[in-house]
């Protein structure tokens, strides 16, 4: 068992906790920071898999773009939960703090177990260049229809954020 195995099979079962987690939250705001990560430990399983440049767009596009936009969609729209069903703080993020020391404590192990990277896992890589063209030129298609989703998806949430100057349009 190398250090490699042991870093995917801990990745892999942050994934696993973090979606788990991700999908039974009553709070919003919650599920979109286990959703990070989740998108975190996706990213390091593809750095250990030899696709570095997949595991960088994981993080920028993923984590950091695409859940920043949820997360003000979230703060956007009220939170219909009740002060009565909310627990307290710790059990709240219990759970993300365990996974979030877990995901630090991987990272260190990748880092200070090969500092100069002289162990490499066997990847098969393809370049910067071999994957945009593939993804620009063979799917190109499955590309605009997600932008167009997540177009749609953005003016909904406007639509469902915004707010009422008109006392008399409110409900």
């Known amino acids: 068992m190398t250090v490699f195995n042991i870093i995917f099979y801990l990745a892999a079962a942050i994934v696993i906790c973090a979606t788990g987690l991700a999908i039974t939250r009553q709070s919003a705001v919650h599920a979109v920071c286990y959703l990070v990560i989740s998108f975190m430990g996706t990213a390091v399983i593809f750095y250990i898999l030899g696709a570095p440049l997949l595991a960088a767009l994981e993080v920028i596009i993923y984590a950091g773009g695409i859940m920043v936009l949820f997360l003000f969609v979230v703060m956007m729209v009220k939170d219909q939960q009740s002060p009565i069903d909310k627990p307290s703080r710790i059990k709240q993020w219990l759970p993300a703090m365990i ?40 799917y190109w298609f499955p590309v605009e229809i997600a932008s167009l989703l997540l177009l749609a998806a953005l003016i909904g949430a406007l639509y469902l954020g915004r707010r009422s100057d008109h006392p008399e349009d409110a409900p």
Do not use: W
């Open 99 to 138: 996974l979030a020391g877990i995901s630090a404590l991987m990272a260190g192990l990748l880092v200070f177990a090969d500092p100069g990277n002289r162990l490499r896992p066997p990847a098969v890589m393809g370049t910067p260049r071999e994957f945009g063209r593939i993804l620009f030129q063979e």
